[in-house]
């Protein structure tokens, strides 16, 4: 009489905090019927997220993720391209500005070495 209906050793009933507030769930949950959604134990939802959750889609509009030769190394570099709808909230803490202002000189500079290693492999082969 102490064995839960569901055949996992633990109770089907309501899922606990530690399942709430979690980007994945939220997606799977608003894919599933209202009276599914108290169906699911901890343990089967860590399940689903360990093999779902790396492989949904992050909703962006333009996701562009490729690999490119370093030729001076002979390594690759990989790049990703990601754009979409802006979701944030327009109030953004000041202190993250130098970050932004750091991440994008960087970058920059990224892409000028890759414009110029493109550029000596064209020169190189014409």
């Known amino acids: 009489m102490g064995e839960p209906a569901n055949g996992e050793g633990e109770p089907s009933g309501p899922r ?3 399942s709430s507030n979690d980007p994945f769930l939220e997606q799977f949950f608003a894919r599933l019927p209202a009276k599914l959604h108290t169906s699911f134990t901890d343990r089967q939802l860590a399940a689903l997220k360990s093999v779902f959750g790396e492989a949904t889609h992050t909703g962006h509009g333009l996701d ?5 030769p370093l030729p001076p190394t002979g390594k690759r570099a990989y790049l990703v391209l990601l754009g979409g709808r802006h979701r944030r909230k327009r109030e953004r803490p000041k202190r993250r500005r130098r970050g932004r202002i750091v991440a994008i000189v960087v970058g920059g500079l990224f892409v000028a070495q890759i414009i110029v290693a493109l550029t000596a492999i064209v020169l190189m082969l014409g």
């Open 16 to 18: 606990t905090a530690t």
């Open 64 to 68: 562009l993720r490729l690999s490119v």
